[in-house]
């Protein structure tokens, strides 16, 4: 860990024209500085002003924790404020002297509580307070070899869940019980937190961000699993297999998984720099559409992956951001049946310098359990 990435985000704001960045615990603060701290009430919060040498504000009572962390060997000036010290005055008074005068706009972290937000704003009354993410999403998206490294090993881990999918998902038992084992392995594969566990069976298939329940699959189900965790590192995993369990797909079914399948191919095929997202959208949605199944697939392709699940750039219509070497995000697509089932395919690629490289390995075709 060096202070470069706090440099970075400082010409970059200057360049934006924000005069200050306010960033509390969470991704941002993670990536910018290497510091894993806790989101709670008390105010700890990384400023970088476009003038002067930035600091970190924290709780007395947690400044050992900046020293055992990455961040304490950044060269941070450390502000520890004590338990009836107003901490957002601290970091108004400390910025202003920087700046030279009160800072005209301030972006704080998009997932920034509210509470902090609005105690900087109540500090720095004269100050318009936006969004930091346009400065630091610009650092992120473009991520380094050693964090497409991260993600790979997160990638593989995932995979081998999947890959014992055929012990746990059986007809007869429930989803939340084959969502207990599939979090279990999910640790046990290298990862130190769950995310989310997907099992859609039948029609909760046809409901994407459908979590766990306690209905019991049938034989013949199409079952949707989307699982993803968080390595010690921080980086994440998320990759969707869709499974047929004790029978094979009928020949509906059969016949438009092999247009999700031929979608979610060409849309990864069509990854390399310059093309926009919104063209990465719609290589997958083309397909799809053409095939006469447009409607039933009802979200956006993908999303960027790296400390956040869901994070930039996103695959999305609208988003014509070209993409360059190092952004890294999900495809994909799905096909969902109100009230019948559903399928996705999904994987973590990254954009190379001539093409793609994917971070999950197959199966992307319906994968038959014997159930
Ligand atoms: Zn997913
Ligand atoms: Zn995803």
Redesign the pocket.
Known sequence: MTIDRVHAAREIAAENGVDLLVLTPGSDLRYLAGYDAHAMERLTALAVPRTGEPFLVVPRLEAPMVDASPAGTLGLELLAWDETDDAFALLASAATARLGSAPARVAVGARTWAEHALGVQRALPGSALGLASPVVDRLRMVKSPAEIEELALAGAAIDRVHANMDVWLTVGRTEAQVGADIAAAIIAEGHTGVD?T?VGSGPNGASPHHELSDRVVQAGDLVVV???GETATGYRS???RTYVVGGGPSAEVAEWYAVLQAAQAASTAAVRPGVTAEQIDAAARDVIEDAGWGKHFIHRTGHGIGLD?HEAPYIVAGNDIPLVPGMAF?V?PGIYLAGDCGA?I?DIVVCTEDGVRTLNDGPRELVELPG
């Open positions: 989310f997907i989307d699982i993803g998320d990759c969707t699940t999900s994909e996705r999904e």
